[in-house]
């Protein structure tokens, strides 16, 4: 952009890491609602804070009653909110901080803009993975029923489309596996790559 230029500062995101005594990372769960997103990304980051990492969550639903209550549930709004996400989670990763995510993020092209964001190296992608028929019996918030009855549009899996990631960091069948499995499964994968 013009007259706009980076900022360079002393202490770099090294320095940071090194503080910390972890890398940075980004763990982008994406999935239907009712998939186990928000559950899993709480188990993990305590899991994780257990362990003397330092984790920062980013939830769909928290962010939208922030930064993001503007934003409407259109594509493209939703592309705009993971764009905006995306972004959050880098400067999180910069400082050296272990990033949850757990956004539906429904569309392949938006969660490879959020990869390009964050950078590949850094971004883990955790497909929480469940039948519709599942996430529609969960229903805890009752917003399928809601979608069924036609009150709430561009809902994700009725009405707006979910494109199932095609190579995932890792795959979570939920509707498998306990959420104690999964988060093991999560730390085994995450663990490792954050060791300086």
Excluded at 19 to 38: C, D, E, P, Y
Excluded at 112 to 140: N, W, Y
Aim: with cysteine; charged share 30%.
């Amino acid at each position: 952009m013009k007259n706009i230029r980076e900022q360079a500062f002393t202490i770099t995101r090294l320095d940071r890491e090194k503080r910390n005594g972890h890398k940075g990372l980004v763990i982008w769960l994406t999935g239907l609602s009712g998939s186990g997103k928000s559950t899993l990304s709480n188990a993990l980051e305590k899991a994780l804070h257990q362990k003397g990492i330092a984790t920062f969550n980013l939830d769909g639903d928290n962010t939208r009653l922030g930064i993001n209550k503007d934003l409407g549930f259109s594509l493209i709004e939703r592309t705009e909110n993971i764009r905006r996400v995306a972004e959050i989670a880098r400067l999180f990763r910069d400082a050296g901080i272990v990033v949850i995510t757990s956004f539906i993020s429904p569309l392949e092209k938006d969660r490879k803009s959020a990869k390009s964001i964050i950078g590949e190296k850094d971004f883990v992608e955790v497909f929480v993975d469940c039948p519709l028929s599942i996430c529609e019996e969960r229903d805890v918030k009752g917003l399928y029923a809601k979608a069924r009855r036609g009150e709430i549009k561009d809902f994700t899996g009725i009405d707006s489309p979910f494109e199932k990631p095609k190579q995932p960091s890792l795959l979570l069948k939920t509707d498998t596996f306990s959420a104690e499995e999964c988060v093991e499964k999560m730390l085994n994968w995450i663990v490792p790559k954050i060791s300086l």
